[in-house]
């Protein structure tokens, strides 16, 4: 929504005894054609585009520059509706945007996933539903990740799994699951993703479903990895770059989830669609996350598919083909 506007240069505009000059954003979107969006309801306005992307919001000392967050000496000014930085950061912004960093963002464009969480669900004596041929959902979803996690690394993706064997995190049911999500939140990967499969009293239902909760009640911590080495020292920057934080993941997480929706409706079943849910390994991960319900075992058809090598292995390559083509959108 919106494009860039005219180049603006504005001078004077904090004390009267100290007059700093004023760059609008809008120059930087005309000059490497940057398309630009604004969300009136957060006020955070990104500018993407040919490999860059920039997330700001008016007041804020910091600004996302290529998914990296940069102190600035100034706070972001709105003027005449237009976003604006000081003349020095904004040299200090366009320096990180180009050389010698280009190369590394245009590979990086679009919130690049280097790497990654998989939550095979359940565990030992978790067993999971059970197939009326007699799988067990625990050895799907375990051999499944397993899987994935080589295809991924053939793309260079680090890969951590939350189970490599037939046993849970926890004996305890509840500690297992926040096993799982500190698991993900210690390792702060780009990407958590829980493999399941599905269970219906109705034989006749099958399908995928794909998971992610809106309601996240942990706020992304400001690392380094996210912010750079300059870490904001007021507090209402802090909230502000967590808000915005969770806002990105927010958006990230429903975008990777309808790749994998569009990978998976190459396969023989039926789309039940992108779900909220606030199941636990979703709602407090500190990351873009998503639960990915494979296939009903309940279902004739679909257990017999998941008790295939090579049908395992295909929904294996749609999740990997959906997050390699999310970053390259």
């Keep these: 929504m919106g494009s860039a506007l005219s180049l603006m240069l504005i001078t004077g505009l ?12 809008n120059q930087l979107a005309q000059k490497y054609n940057l398309k630009h969006e604004k969300d009136d309801l957060t006020g955070r306005e990104m500018f993407s585009g040919n490999g860059y992307n920039l997330i700001a919001s008016r007041g804020m000392t910091s600004i996302m520059v290529n998914n990296k967050f940069t102190v600035l000496e100034q706070k972001l000014k709105s003027i005449n509706g237009q976003l604006a930085l000081s003349k020095g950061d904004f040299s200090k912004v366009e320096t990180l945007m180009t050389e010698p960093h280009r190369k590394e963002i245009s590979v990086r464009a679009k919130g690049v996933i280097r790497k990654v969480v998989i939550d095979p669900g359940h565990g030992g004596d978790f067993r999971g539903c059970k197939g009326r041929n007699g799988l067990c959902e625990k050895d799907v979803n375990l051999d499944v990740a397993k899987r994935l996690r080589a295809l991924f690394e053939e793309k260079d993706v680090k890969v951590v799994l939350t189970r490599t064997t037939d046993r849970p995190l926890s004996a305890n049911l509840n500690e297992d699951l926040s096993s799982r999500v500190d698991v993900g939140n210690r390792e702060q990967p780009d990407l958590f993703i829980s493999i399941h499969c599905n269970w219906s009293n109705n034989a006749a239902v099958k399908g995928f479903e794909i998971f992610y909760s809106p309601e996240n009640n942990v706020m992304p911590s400001l690392s380094s990895r996210a912010i750079g080495d300059d870490k904001p020292g007021d507090r209402q920057t802090q909230k502000a770059l967590t808000y915005i934080l969770k806002d990105e993941y927010s958006r990230r997480t429903v975008e990777i989830a309808r790749a994998i929706q569009k990978q998976f409706n190459k396969l023989p079943t039926e789309d039940r669609g992108i779900k909220k849910a606030n199941f636990k390994v979703v709602k407090y991960s ?18 017999a598919n998941f008790h295939k090598d090579s049908y395992r292995q295909e929904v294996a390559e749609r999740i990997r083909d959906a997050v390699i083509s999310y970053q390259s959108e």
């Design 14 to 25: 904090v004390a009267a005894d100290t007059k700093v000059s004023y760059v609008t954003l």
């Design 286 to 303: 500190e990351i873009p996350s998503i639960l990915v319900e494979m296939g009903f075992l309940s279902n004739k058809s679909e257990a």
